[in-house]
């Protein structure tokens, strides 16, 4: 038996009313779909793959700004309070 079927036998099966529930709270979400006219008109797939780069890209700012954070560190007293706050934040 397939992974997928019995994931669906389980009581765990997430019904398509679950799905259309989810996908509408991604629409809310996501800036670019939510900001347009016809939010409720974009397809589950495309939301799935939007939320998809928005996490990537959520991802790469946080990175680059633990970067930054550290490089301002490196810069500053580490006695001082503020690399006390510095350090808290990455």
Known sequence: ?????SRQSGSSRISDDQIIDLVSKLRQ????????????????SKVLQET???IKNLH???DDL????????STI?????????????I
């Open 60 to 62: 790469k700012e946080v």
């Open 52 to 54: 998809c780069n928005y």
């Open 77 to 89: 007293d580490p006695d001082s309070p503020e690399a006390a706050i510095i350090r808290s934040l």
């Open 29 to 44: 979400l996501l800036p670019e779909i939510r900001d347009s006219r016809r939010s409720d008109k974009v397809p589950a």
């Open 66 to 73: 633990s970067e930054r954070l550290s490089q301002l560190l």
């Open 1 to 5: 038996m397939s992974s997928r079927r």
